[in-house]
């Protein structure tokens, strides 16, 4: 029903910068909080940076300063700025959204994850 596509990750040397991008397409209705998280190699998937319709955000502590999340709504769109990168920042980042969606004659919500997109910060 709702398909989800990121871009932008690459291989950078520490201290670098990359633009994440995630458009969602689909008969969407709405999304309400929209975002990133992501997922090292022997580690669990956790918050990195998400941004409700009406502009409220979430960072992880780890990111405050150095990522800034936004969002462009009539394209259903979110993008991640990511600067100051550190080694540790390594990880497959999974674009998510939370869709209200439509199903005919009513409206249906889910969780909806894209494939994820690989940043390699070197030292």
């Known amino acids: 029903q709702v398909q989800l596509v990121e871009s932008g990750g690459g291989l950078v040397q520490a201290g670098g910068s990359l633009r994440l991008s995630c458009g969602a397409s689909?008969?969407?209705?709405?999304?309400?909080?929209m975002g990133w998280y992501h997922q090292a190699p022997g580690k669990q998937r956790e918050l990195v940076a998400t941004?409700?319709?009406?502009?409220?955000?979430n960072y992880a502590d780890f990111v405050k300063g150095r990522f800034t999340i936004s969002r462009d709504n009539a394209k259903n769109t979110v993008f991640l700025q990511m600067n100051s990168l550190k080694p540790e920042d390594t990880a497959v980042y999974y674009c998510?959204?939370?869709?209200?969606?439509?199903?005919?004659?009513?409206?249906?919500?889910?969780?909806?994850w894209g494939q994820g997109t690989q940043v390699t910060v070197s030292p």
């Open positions: 941004m409700t319709s009406r502009g409220r955000t």
């Open positions: 998510y959204a939370d869709v209200t969606y439509y199903r005919g004659s009513i409206y249906d919500r889910g969780d909806y």
């Open positions: 689909g008969n969407i209705g709405s999304i309400n909080d």
